[in-house]
């Protein structure tokens, strides 16, 4: 009987702490004990999932933990939602993955239970889920999809990335191997677990190798400093923005307390930073603070990481590094040769930590391999003569990155002609020392229509993700296009620079 690896190797950590959230401590057995009362709760009559979608919307906690690996030992595959996303949005996931069961905390049970209704999916209390109970549990191979996240790709509309567990068990062992995860270590995640970053990169990293992983929902400065200095963490991953945040908060402080939140940050062993471009500025203030140089890596969702900074040696600033083990990375011109040696190019990757498929869409798929089964990431890079890589940007100008989300500029377009107001539109991302990108909304209303800023976001609000919500909107008497009619999006950025 085929047992996924993860699971069986939980089983070996017995008593030491897995997991701290804001209710207390659990152990490895905690965990695996209730995983397998999810696991029982779901499969109810059944012996097996067979690979049936589980959606569940639940805050970064021992809970989340539970029920995903619950989902796996049941034979389903996981499909975490956003806790800031709006029903919309949460809509769609189930729809467009056809979940069968939906999990919801008691926050948001009324809405879960209410859209699990619509789409005929059978919904469940986490409580009850986790409700102490025991029946057998079906053998899972490896090859099984695992997980679903939706990302937003060039459509107007987010994919869902299919992972599998060997996808999932080569991700984790890559990064495990790099930056030498140990049963000593312990980590503070702040991370959203929605996103590959919170998921891949801290809890099942941590969960693989034996180590506690502290999970906190929602990110506040004040409070993640505090718990720098109450606590001995070892390694610490954020995105840029929260690094930027966690500056100010120090620029804020007394000497005192100062002299506490540095001397807390270098009791660590690793710092690590991701999602989105780095700024120099923001690394070099972070080593005056911390003493660490930020370690900079990159990935996607469809490929986990597959670029990083050396955990021993010198890191470059604005590069990413060199292939994680087992990862294998190029760059094609634009005509699809191979790049050899230095170059700049768009970067394709291989090996068993690249996603399956995207679900239901095997046009997306097809189109996103080449021969070889190389996957073509979409991003820009440039290889130094050492081998080190340096993100250029996206071949789309319609991929917005901030706050480490990539966002795609098409879907928030596509919810603002919705609104009675707006004859067109055209969303754009611009530069941010602190967002990476802002997301920027040029718009032209309709004849004798009018709609302030502040109205707009709040329409907005009840549509879209609050990441997705324009920050900057302007309205213009028609946008820029060229001679075939199409608008050009650097002639919009420009726009925003001139106000």
Not at 150 to 162: A, D, L
Request: net charge negative.
């Amino acid at each position: 009987m085929n047992r996924i690896e993860l699971i069986e190797i939980l089983a070996s950590y017995s008593d030491r702490v897995a997991i701290t959230d804001s209710r207390g401590y659990y152990s490895y057995e905690d965990l695996l004990a209730s995983s397998c009362s999810v696991a029982s709760s779901l499969l109810s009559k059944e012996n097996d999932l067979r690979e049936k979608r589980v959606a569940f919307l639940i805050p970064s906690s021992f809970e989340y933990a539970a029920v995903m690996l619950g989902v796996w030992l049941a034979g389903g595959v996981a499909v975490p939602l956003c806790v800031s996303h709006p029903d919309p949005e949460l809509d769609y996931v189930l729809q467009d993955s056809g979940a069968e069961f939906v999990i919801a905390s008691p926050e948001f049970e009324e809405r879960l239970e209410r859209l699990a209704g619509l789409r005929g999916a059978r919904f469940i209390r986490s409580g009850d889920a986790l409700y102490p109970q025991t029946r057998p549990l079906p053998g899972v191979s490896e090859t099984r999809r695992a997980m679903i996240i939706y990302t937003s790709g060039t459509t107007s509309r987010p994919k869902g990335v299919v992972t599998t567990h060997e996808n999932l068990k080569a991700q984790i062992g890559s990064l495990a191997l790099a930056w030498e995860w140990s049963r000593s270590d312990f980590i503070l995640n702040v991370l959203p677990l929605h996103h590959l970053h919170g998921i891949m990169n801290a809890l099942l990293s941590a969960l693989f190798t034996g180590a506690h992983c502290e999970l906190i929902h929602g990110f506040d400065s004040r409070r993640v400093w505090e718990k720098f200095i109450e606590k001995d963490y070892t390694l610490f991953m954020a995105v840029p923005t929260i690094y930027s945040r966690l500056i100010r908060s120090w620029d804020e402080a007394g000497d005192e307390e100062r002299k506490m939140m540095s001397a807390a940050c270098r009791g660590m062993r690793l710092m690590v930073s991701g999602s989105a471009a780095l700024p120099v500025s923001t690394l070099e203030k972070w080593r005056e603070i911390s003493g660490h140089v930020l370690l900079e890596r990159y990935g996607m969702t469809e490929i986990g990481m597959a670029l990083s900074n050396p955990l021993r040696g010198e890191r470059k600033p604005g590069r990413v590094g060199m292939p994680l083990p087992g990862v294998d990375v190029g760059l094609i011109d634009e005509s699809g040769g191979v790049i050899n040696g230095e170059g700049a190019g768009e970067i394709i990757v291989r090996g068993k930590n690249v996603f399956l498929e995207y679900w239901n869409n095997p046009e997306s798929t097809r189109g996103a391999f080449i021969d070889g089964g190389w996957f073509k990431t979409g991003d820009l890079a440039e290889r130094s003569g050492d081998g080190a890589y340096r993100i250029l940007g996206r071949k789309s100008v319609d991929i917005i990155k901030s706050g480490g989300y990539k966002i795609s500029a098409l879907e928030i377009e596509e919810v603002l002609r919705g609104h009675p107001d707006i004859e067109e539109c055209a969303v754009v991302g611009l530069g941010d020392d602190e967002w990476g990108e802002r997301v920027c909304a040029a718009l032209v209303l309709k004849e004798e229509h009018d709609v302030s800023p502040e109205s707009l976001k709040e329409w907005c609000r009840e549509r879209l993700a609050p990441y997705k919500i324009p920050s900057r909107i302007i309205t213009v008497s028609e946008l820029p296009r060229n001679r075939m009619g199409k608008v050009t999006k650097p002639e919009v950025i420009q726009l925003f620079k001139s106000v």
